[in-house]
């Protein structure tokens, strides 16, 4: 066990193979995969990182260990340190037993034995964890051939063709002499998953596998793991930083903070009853996608601390606002708590923790900002951004000399929006979609674009010289969506913050002014001016990229998912930070972003894009209780909510496929390929998809409220883009977890 | 309404956090300690360090010089008179080789230097303007790529070029041919890192701030290639260490009465049985000096590539902090 680290001399005269011996014999006999006090550390400039300090957790066959936590906090090191895939330099202890074989201290040619044959890995990315020359057949057959030597290359092939299938994809025998980059990364996702499952692997070990991965591929990878995992019987190792992801698919949630579980239990448990304060500022550091009540989220302050050091207290206690100089005194222990035998905290306060305690009382939650602008309706504000009928197409040119167009991807077809004061507008939709184009095409200006941008009163059609445009980029910046690449590596802050501001001819007295003023609106310490980009953290280095957007005083800050490089914790609080700067500045914020529930808690009106135009746009309330449009609800249910019961009944919609190529987009509606309402329906009504374009429609308001109120109501804000709004979605594209038993208790 | 001035106390928290646990470290403490690290590295780095002062200071330990011919000793090996021996003519090799060890460091240091800098910009140039401009630069990079260097070097000092020759030593003269030969690749892969560099946000920050494109070249691109100028520039220098000797090996290069590596070698090829030191001390000196060059250039890649093991192995410090503990207890 991990206390065992720090008993020092006591222990040295009995051996480390003894001590696991034993430590061993304390498994569960018929745990299929045991970790037993594993560490790994790692040499650094700095010393030496004691990177996972005692992970023990029993794997029974069949069930699924969902591993939870913040990028540092060790779970990725502890998949590799299983599947012996770390450096030579990192140094491993501890005991890992697979079917009561011990893997630690095995050769590398000996763990190959076990290496995608009984151990199975899916990792994070992929794009790169295929190899681009063979075709995908090969190397599903090379994973057959190694641990079959004997197996005929028909029935390799065969297998071949029945893995894929299984994992869902379509006309699975062509698709064997497929390349990887015919495939789209959820397609190779699937792959990667057929692989791993090739040799009927006892444990498959899944390393974020969807973190790279649209929210509706998501959910269909998601699906894909749940049926290999049902096919094989295998137990599942699933890491991720996403509270939602694993609410649905575990048995069993591991929370690991500064490399060592610090909480464990059965999920429900740990959702609904959580006793560690870590636990319960992640869970409330999530925003929900299906609540719409405004409530600040959590940010756990502070970082997780260095690993460098042996720590002395609590690991978590400089970061938790319940901490006491008791905390200080030894780290405690993963010790039970009162209720299920299972759940274990690694808190000296379990005991007065649970599911009754109101996380936004514990780590004193911000209280929501209100704007100036909230009280004025909307029609009354005045427009700060307005596009109309702006359009990206780009062309397709074939032959070296001679360039024929053979076609055009409409990337941005006809969008319409405007945004007012104070305001938050966010697009959403699948990577493809046409989202960034939308921004950059705003962000560049120019003249003979297609369209008309329309930025403070000033149009891109009069915008000729240096002047105006100047103008206009004093009305409009932008914060990137990697806050490590969007800073120069080479300036320090105040470099970083003076470049607006010396661009705009202010002189430096007033330029180190405004930069203490900057410094102090995002929350940063003025005295660490004198800094570089790497000396912050992750949410300190976005804080410093929304400082210098609003350095020269912008009405309209444009947001390229500003959240989604950050963990959940260090994110709750870049959000609040972007919630209060609106409300105090009187700013409007374009956002894009991919995740949902970011959009729903930080915007007043949300547009839902797909292949280059708005399908759904309205007021985020109401697009998101009561989307219309076939594709949001499709989004909609496709996310992950962090609640385990909702999670296992709920009905999903999985959609087919992935978003079709922009290049010959249908004539008709452009979601019809997909659709789940277009496959249910009879023949003669598809025909009218299939033919006419959808117009924007104006929502009615609903019978039930117009009778009640005496004089016709206006048009609430939400128009979209659909013949059958009402219609039910096909059958087959729908998903209840529950009903399949396997989660059932 | 929140107070604007309250600083985050998450910020003060994390401040505090860097502070006590030093993970700040400078980049280029970084870079120096990788650097010291490499026992090769710095072995080079002093083998080229004396070399350097050898070649400026080594003519004041004998009275010879290049020039003076010593009638009584012709041809003589290594003696207290003359350490090095004499050659067929009478000169002190000792003098001759510190004078042309200090000929090749410099055009050495000169070439690798001025072409590294005339790459960094035509590179960074091609790359911020691309379009029409790339083109035009491209085309003549290709062009210069493509010419025959030695014909040119072969011609500009001794065929053609008569006033240049009789204007200029005829080390600045292979100086200013060389350079106009060796800035082709690294500007080439300049080049094509600025043009990735220019995908990069802070860049596109930069340009959507409205800063002019003459100061994002300036301020954002050539800094961030720095750690690849550094590397550049050793390579540079070995290179045209190396481009001298074997153009003056064949006669090409520097013309006596310039003494420089490459004319001590070449001169000496035909008397190797005869006079063997004439041969292997030049041969000696020139191989301390592109090697140490060629063993500094190792360590400086490790010490800049941050994905390289050089910060070294866990288990090797901790099994020795076991052991000691072990002997302590």
């Known amino acids: 066990m991990s206390s065992e680290i720090a008993a020092g001399p006591v222990d040295q005269p009995q051996s480390a193979v003894e001590r696991l011996h034993v430590a061993g014999l304390h498994a569960p006999a018929d745990a299929i995969l045991s970790v037993r006090d594993l560490n790994v550390r790692f040499n650094t400039e700095n010393g030496v990182v004691h990177a996972v300090r005692g992970v023990d957790f029993d794997l029974m066959p069949g069930k699924t260990l969902g591993i939870v936590g913040e990028s540092g906090s060790g779970k990725s090191v502890t998949s590799l340190a299983i599947m012996g895939l770390l450096p030579t330099t990192a140094e491993v202890t501890g005991s890992v037993r697979l079917k009561g074989r011990e893997l630690l201290g095995l050769s590398d040619k000996a763990m190959c034995e076990f290496r995608g044959n009984e151990l199975a890995m899916v990792f994070q990315d992929p794009l790169s964890s295929l190899t681009p020359v063979y075709t995908v057949g090969n190397q599903i057959i090379e994973a057959l051939t190694i641990h079959n030597p004997a197996m005929s290359k028909q029935a390799k092939e065969a297998h071949a063709v029945e893995l894929l299938a299984m994992v869902g ?36 070990i899944a390393d974020e596998p969807t973190t790279a991965l649209d929210v509706t591929i998501q959910a269909q990878v998601l699906e894909v793991l749940h049926t290999a995992q049902e096919e094989t019987g295998a137990a599942v190792v699933m890491i991720t930083h996403d509270l939602g992801v694993v609410a649905g698919m575990a048995d069993d949630i591991m929370v690991m903070y500064a490399g060592r579980p610090v909480e464990t239990g059965a999920v429900d448990d740990i959702y609904y009853n959580p006793r560690m304060p870590y636990t319960m500022g992640l869970l409330g550091a999530v925003p929900r996608v299906d609540v719409a009540e405004k409530s600040s989220l959590v940010p756990i302050e502070g970082m997780p601390p260095n690993l460098i050091h042996a720590p002395t207290g609590c690991s978590f206690a400089p970061r938790c606002p319940l901490a006491t100089d008791a905390c200080l005194e030894g780290e405690p222990a993963l010790a039970p708590v009162p209720g299920p035998a299972a759940h274990r905290a690694a808190c000296i306060k379990s005991g007065s923790l649970g599911g009754d305690v109101d996380v936004h009382d514990v780590f004193a939650a911000p209280p929501v900002p209100v704007s100036r602008f909230d009280a004025i309706p909307r029609e009354e504000r005045s427009t700060v951004l307005q596009l109309k009928d702006v359009r990206k197409h780009f062309p397709l040119t074939k032959g070296a000399l001679l360039k024929r167009r053979i076609g055009t991807v409409k990337a941005v077809d006809g969008l319409s929006f405007d945004i007012r004061e104070g305001e938050c507008f966010s697009i959403v939709g699948e990577s493809g979609s046409g989202k960034t184009t939308t921004l950059l095409e705003i962000m560049e200006f120019h003249k003979d674009q297609d369209g008309e941008v329309v930025i403070g009163g000033i149009s891109n059609k009069q915008a000729a010289d240096g002047k105006t445009r100047s103008a206009m980029r004093r009305e409009l910046q932008m914060v990137f969506q990697d806050p490590t690449g969007a800073l120069d590596p080479r300036f320090t802050v105040y470099e970083v913050l003076a470049e607006p501001l010396q661009n705009a001819g202010m002189n430096k007295a007033d330029t180190k002014k405004r930069i203490m003023e900057l410094m102090k609106l995002v929350g940063l310490q003025p005295d660490h001016v004198n800094r570089f980009p790497n000396q912050f953290s992750g949410g300190q280095r976005q804080r410093i990229g929304i400082a210098r957007a609003l350095a020269v005083n912008p009405k ?57 135009k708005i399908v759904e746009i309205g007021e985020v309330d109401r697009v998101f209780d009561n989307p219309r449009h076939p594709y949001t609800r499709a989004l909609l249910s496709a996310i992950p909510v962090p609640d385990p019961q909702l999670e296992r009944t709920r009905e999903r919609i999985i959609l087919q496929g992935d978003l079709p190529s922009p290049l010959g987009t249908p004539k008709g509606c452009n979601f019809a390929t ?26 009615a308001p609903s019978p039930a409220a117009q009778t009640l109120a005496a004089e016709p109501l206006p048009a609430p804000d939400q128009r979209f883009a659909c013949f059958f709004p009402d219609g039910e979605p096909d059958e087959d594209m729908l998903v209840v977890h529950e009903s399949a038993g396997h989660h059932a208790p | 309404m929140t107070n604007l001035n309250a600083v985050d106390p998450a910020a003060v928290a994390q401040d505090a956090h860097l502070e006590s646990a030093d993970v700040v470290i400078g980049k280029n403490t970084i870079i120096f300690r990788r650097f010291m690290r490499n026992k090769t590295a710095v072995a080079g780095l002093a083998i080229f360090l004396a070399l350097t002062v050898f070649s400026f200071v080594g003519g004041y330990f004998t009275e010879w010089d290049k020039q003076t011919i010593d009638p009584f000793n012709i041809g003589m090996p290594p003696s207290a008179e003359h350490y090095l021996g004499t050659s067929q003519a009478g000169i002190d090799l000792y003098a001759m080789t510190v004078e042309g060890t200090r000929i090749s460091i410099l055009i050495g240091l000169i070439v690798g230097l001025v072409s590294v800098l005339v790459a960094a910009v035509y590179g960074c140039t091609m790359a911020y303007f691309g379009g029409k401009v790339d083109k035009v630069m491209l085309f003549i990079l290709e062009a210069l790529i493509m010419m025959p260097a030695l014909l040119v070097v072969a011609v500009a000092t001794s065929g053609g070029g008569e006033g240049l020759r009789r204007d200029l030593p005829s080390w600045l003269l292979l100086i200013i041919v060389l350079l106009v030969f060796s800035w082709m690749g690294t500007a080439r892969l300049i080049r094509s890192l600025s043009m990735s560099l220019m995908q990069r946000d802070f860049v596109k ?19 961030n290639i720095g750690s690849l100028l550094v590397l550049d520039i050793t390579r540079g220098v070995t290179g045209a260490i190396l481009a001298e000797v074997a153009f003056s090996f064949i006669g090409i290069g520097i013309k006596v009465p310039d003494v420089s590596l490459g004319v001590l070698i070449g001169g000496a090829t035909s008397q190797v049985q005869t006079f063997p030191w004439m041969f292997w001390v030049p041969l000696t000196v020139m191989f301390l000096l592109t090697g140490s060059l060629a063993m500094m250039n190792d360590g400086l890649r490790d010490a800049f590539d941050p994905s390289s093991s050089s910060s070294g192995s866990a288990k090797k410090r901790t099994a020795l902090k076991a052991r000691v503990k072990g002997n302590a207890s």
């Open chain 1, 169 to 204: 994809i379509p006309s699975p025998k062509e698709r064997l002499r497929a390349f990887p980059h015919e495939f789209s990364g959820g397609m190779r996702q699937r792959v990667m998953i057929a692989i791993a499952i090739a040799n009927n692997p006892r444990v498959l």
């Open chain 1, 556 to 612: 309209l800050v444009v947001l390229d998912e500003p959240v989604s490089a950050l963990d959940v914790s260090v994110q709750a609080g870049v959000i609040n930070l972007l919630d209060k700067l609106r409300a105090e500045l009187g700013l409007s914020y374009l956002l894009v972003a991919h995740d949902l529930s970011v959009v729903r808690h930080i915007s007043n009106r949300v547009a839902v894009m797909y292949l280059g």
């Open chain 1, 674 to 699: 997909r659709c789940p309402v277009f496959a249910a329906l009879p023949a003669a009504k598809q025909e009218k998809c299939l033919t006419l374009e959808p117009p924007l429609e104006q929502v």
């Open chain 2, 205 to 223: 920050a930069a340009q959507y701030m409205g800063v002019p494109a003459r100061r994002i070249v300036w301020r954002h691109l050539v800094p």
